[in-house]
């Protein structure tokens, strides 16, 4: 451990890996209710569980996303945060909104638009929240080195917040609100987050391959600049068929087609850095999950959400399984991936325990990605199928669903098995490989 206040992100990744078990749980239940639809149909409807299993999605990764920063912004920076209070009053502002969130949503408290459902106090919670932390990381970087890595975390924080402004935004005409709204959502996973995503995998690579930073911060510009020309005007695809202008049609097929190439970017730069890289770091866990987010992201992201954005194919498919199955990989791979690779990479630091049990974390990661990679190819064949019995041959709605609830009854299954890997994952990070403890194997490496 370099700099004292890099401790701070342990209870922002304490937290994270809390709320990842709850969110996959109530996922875990969402999926028991498309199999048994009566299920808590009356103690809390199916869309209050999708409601705490999609908002613990976000807030787990903002936990994750602000941890990372803590950690990895004192040593780009080469100076300590510049107030430990000031990240301590966040984190508890933060957890404590959270969780009354939550209990309003059990009550029925809540706004009803997806995603956005916080009521406006917890709202404006999370952006005091947002700009305490932001003016903590700012001022730190002021007074420190400014690097490529800490810059564009920093610019990618800094339009995390930005765009959430809109949220407050609720107009009551239906296509003004699902444009704005898109400008929270899409903005987010596929424009900013995307720049804390390569900022955070840049510095991982940087640190686990030895690879010369300027090669690394090369690469870096690269993918901001394919991410944010195609992932702006890529906002487009949501757009097709919510009454804009027609032209969105054209604008969005083009520049979303053209958002795959940000996420290959990542795969080729992630792997030639590794390749070139010709150091053995001891914590091969957080290299696997690193070089796993990369791909995963490039498949869920990219790939799946290639195959149904054009207007033409989205015509059919938009609001069908389709939808789920990209949606479910492309987070899962982009964005809780990365998140696991820095805590994977930063925990035994955090808790000064070396060794830590990576055999058991190695598992977690072929646990967990084989789950989503099976859940991914049950709901596509799921959505295919009922594009094609509901919106071709025209059979009504619950017939259809009639028809592929086998799927779901596979995707329950799939999901059992993600919720195990992640049961694995934060066992492995709280325990110790007491084997390899006892046996001394810690090398210098593993202290850096």
Known sequence: MKYETQK????YFLAAMGLFVAQVL???LAGTVYVFPNLLSETIPFHIIRMIHTNALIVWLLFGFFGAAYYLIPEEAETEI???????LQFWLFLIGAAAAVVGYLFGIHEGREFLEQPLIIKVAIVIVALMFLYNITMTL????KTAVSLILTIGMWGLALFFLFAFYNPTN?????MFWWYVVHLWVEGVWELIMAAILSFLLIKMTGIDREVVEKWLYVIVSLTLFTGLLGTGHHYYWIGTPGYWQWIGSIFSTLEVLPF???VVFTFMIVRKGGRNHPNQAALLWTMGCAVMAFFGAGVWGFLHTLAPINYLTHGTQITPAHGHLAFFGAYVMVNLAIITYAMPHLRGMQPYNQVLNMWSFWIMCSGMAFMTF????AGVLQTHLQRVMGIGFMEVADEINFFFILRLLSGIVVVVGVLIYVYAMLSTDK????AGETSPQAAE
């Open 435 to 438: 084997e390899q403890a006892q």
């Open 142 to 145: 002021i007074k420190g080195r």
């Open 264 to 266: 290959l970017a990542i």
């Open 378 to 381: 049950v709901l596509t064949a």
């Open 82 to 88: 510049h107030s430990p209070g000031i990240a301590k």
């Open 8 to 11: 701070l992100a342990y209870p």
């Open 26 to 28: 109530g996922g875990l």
């Open 174 to 178: 239906l296509a003004l609100d699902k």
